[in-house]
């Protein structure tokens, strides 16, 4: 099956920095990439859809000056955590899907943040 | 709105079979999915139902009813490894995908 990477897997950041997060797509074209945040024993929460080569499009609430994502590629999207504050600790987690696919959406292992 | 509604949280025995049950309600309509998802670990794809009826895979069944806007995950013969969390998902007429806030499911031996 398709498989979509994150990178790093795990990130501790201190108050005030900016993190970036990195989502591939290993062995498939992803036309469209999603970003998640999970909170502790909560569901995914939709942050922004992104697709290649366009702006992001972001989920309500959720801050386009803050959560900077960039889709360069049909095979890369990153997510910056800007000016991070420990509210911003949280599971996030990447998801692609091809042109041919769109109707199952391949998860990346995720990014555990930790802001200090 | 979209809302997706499952149990919090269920419990059952090594061996036996359990029912998750989920109701979605989404602008339109492209298909309901379920996920397992492992505490710490990114959700894994379990089965996608689009029409109505009954799609089995080895252990776990998926059911969906449109007119009811009813679903639900069967899993039999259960296995201590199938402790997870379960997620229902409703794929709107936008291809998003909306989440419930999953089913966290204890096996006891």
């Known amino acids: 099956g398709a498989v979509v990477s994150q990178h790093p897997s795990r990130v501790i950041c201190k108050s005030g920095t900016s993190v970036k997060i990195e989502c591939r797509s290993l062995d498939f074209q992803a036309t469209t990439m999603f970003w998640y945040r999970q909170f502790p024993k909560q569901s995914l929460m939709l942050m922004a859809t992104?697709?290649?080569?366009?702006?992001?499009?972001?989920e309500q609430g959720v801050e386009k000056d803050k959560f900077l994502i960039n889709h360069a590629s049909l095979t890369l999207s990153t997510l910056t955590v800007t000016s991070a504050h420990p509210e911003d600790s949280s599971f996030y987690i990447c998801?692609?899907?091809?042109?041919?696919?769109?109707?199952?959406?391949?998860f990346g292992p995720g990014t555990r943040l930790t802001v200090t | 709105g979209q809302n997706i509604d499952q149990p919090t949280e269920m419990t059952a025995t090594e061996g036996a079979i359990v029912q998750i049950n989920c109701t979605y309600q989404t602008s339109g309509f492209n298909g309901l999915f379920w996920y397992q998802q492992h505490a710490g670990e990114a959700p894994t794809f379990l089965s996608y139902n689009v029409l109505d009826g009954l799609e089995e895979k080895g252990r776990f069944s998926s059911f969906l009813s449109r007119s009811k806007g009813y679903s639900y995950l069967l899993l039999k013969e259960l296995q201590m490894k199938d402790s997870a969390s379960y997620l229902c998902?409703?794929?709107?007429?936008?291809?998003?995908?909306?989440w419930g806030a999953g089913t966290k499911l204890i096996i006891k031996p």
């Open positions: 992104s697709n290649e080569g366009s702006k992001a499009t972001y």
């Open positions: 998801s692609a899907h091809g042109a041919a696919d769109y109707y199952e959406q391949y």
């Open positions: 998902a409703g794929m709107d007429s936008n291809y998003q995908l909306i």
